[in-house]
């Protein structure tokens, strides 16, 4: 406050509010205390993986920035997360966040959510079998050829991949839905799964 010609007057500062996400800067209390202890705990856990989830305010960001300081992690963001291509993702990088996932959602439509919802999935799987495959992850093999296309002549199999199994037709892919027992996928099964696949990509 400044005192001019008898009068008071009262200057504002715009003072931009710093965000300190320092380790000993952390509030522990009941809401977060085991979520920080866990944090704190790496690299021993028990998974590879964790998934922390609270009201706001409760400490995420600040224990992600923690782990991040620990570990060189990686920051993903959701908005470019759909370009990534996995096959030499994990080559390169080991160690992610990805943040507000619940956020972003929210402000999304519903193709975008379900595609995103799958790509999400595909990475959370990947992220434990790279613990068994540190490499470029398992081969993918043939568990038995179902026959022929009757269009192409092409010889259909059923394959099992880093995805989980799928079926073969020269250059196209199709995977095999999750409730299907594979002694089910027969030749006429695989060239309808094939089809629609097919059509997938003519859509895009």
């Known amino acids: 406050m400044i005192y001019k010609d008898n009068k008071n007057i009262q200057l504002s ?37 964790i998934i922390i989830f609270g009201d706001s305010g409760t400490g995420k960001t600040h224990l992600s920035k923690i782990w991040q300081e620990k570990t060189s992690a990686i920051i993903l963001n959701l908005n470019k997360f759909k370009k990534i291509k996995f096959d030499n993702f994990f080559l390169k990088k080991k160690k ?28 959370y799987n990947l992220i434990e ?22 269009k192409d002549e092409t010889i259909i199999k059923l394959m099992d991949g880093r995805y989980g199994p799928y079926v073969k037709s020269g250059k196209i892919n199709a995977s095999v839905p999750k409730d299907m027992n594979l002694n089910q996928v027969t030749l006429e099964i695989a060239i309808d799964l094939i089809e629609n696949q097919k059509m997938k990509k003519k859509k895009k």
């Open 96 to 123: 992610f966040i990805i943040e507000n996932i619940s956020n972003f959602f929210d402000k999304i439509n519903k193709n975008e959510k379900e595609h995103l919802e799958k790509h999400l999935l595909h990475f």
């Open 129 to 150: 079998e790279k613990k068994a495959n540190p490499g470029r992850g398992k081969a993918s093999k043939a568990i038995k050829e179902l026959g022929k296309d009757p």
């Open 13 to 49: 500062f715009n003072l931009k509010k710093e965000k300190i996400y320092e380790k000993y800067d952390f509030l522990v209390s009941k809401s977060n205390k085991q979520a920080y202890k866990l944090i704190n705990k790496w690299p021993d856990w028990e998974s590879r993986k």
